[in-house]
């Protein structure tokens, strides 16, 4: 959510938007009473840290991405509630706001992602005003569908899809050029 709230804020400098398992709304079970105390802790202790509930596993079905997340010594597994209510707040700023998305769009998730909700990026995808946008849903694919067995399949999607729209973004910078020499 926040390179779609970036986006959102500074839309003249960016020529198009790639989002990959966009966290709009959060996949966790967490219960009721937790994300109401959180938003009470967010205002009194913002900065009180507790445990995710967050496994690794749910990260991709490669197992030696899971190792890699798990060995490294700058994960950890606590979140603050001042964090888990901004993360909220902009996955509700960014649908809101989601037709105010006119670059091009590219949005991919997968969706077995038990970490954030793959529906989160279909609405924002839908909403998007982009007349250059493609929605790709991997089935069978966790949070992080570029660290997936099958990555391959995503790479070369993204890949393509970055150059046709880098390539019709010239074409349009190019003809506005030409218009405006003819004035």
């Known amino acids: 959510a926040s390179a779609c709230r970036y ?13 990959s398992s966009a966290g709009m709304i959060f996949g966790g079970d967490a ?6 105390m959180g938003v009470m802790l967010s205002r009194s202790l913002p900065s009180l840290t507790m445990g995710s509930g967050l496994s690794a596993k749910d990260l991709s079905h490669d197992l030696e991405v899971v190792r890699a997340y798990e060995n490294d010594p700058l994960v950890h597994d606590r979140i603050s509630p001042r964090l888990f209510t901004e993360f909220q707040n902009n996955g509700v700023q960014c649908l809101a706001r989601a037709s105010e998305l006119s670059m091009p769009l590219l949005v991919f998730h997968g969706k077995d992602d038990r970490i954030v909700d793959y529906r989160g990026s279909v609405q924002l995808y839908e909403k998007a005003s982009s007349k250059i946008k493609e929605l790709h849903i991997f089935d069978g694919f966790y949070h992080e569908t570029m660290n997936e067995i099958d990555k391959k399949k995503v790479l070369k999607m993204a890949a393509q899809w970055i150059i046709k729209a880098m390539s019709v973004k010239k074409k349009q910078k190019t003809t506005k050029k030409i218009v405006k020499k003819k004035r």
Not at 7 to 19: E, N, R
Not at 31 to 36: D, E, F, L, M, R
Request: glycine share 0%; no cysteine.
């Open 7 to 19: 986006a959102l804020t500074y839309s003249d400098d960016i020529d198009a938007l790639v989002l």
């Open 31 to 36: 219960p009721a009473w937790k994300k109401k």
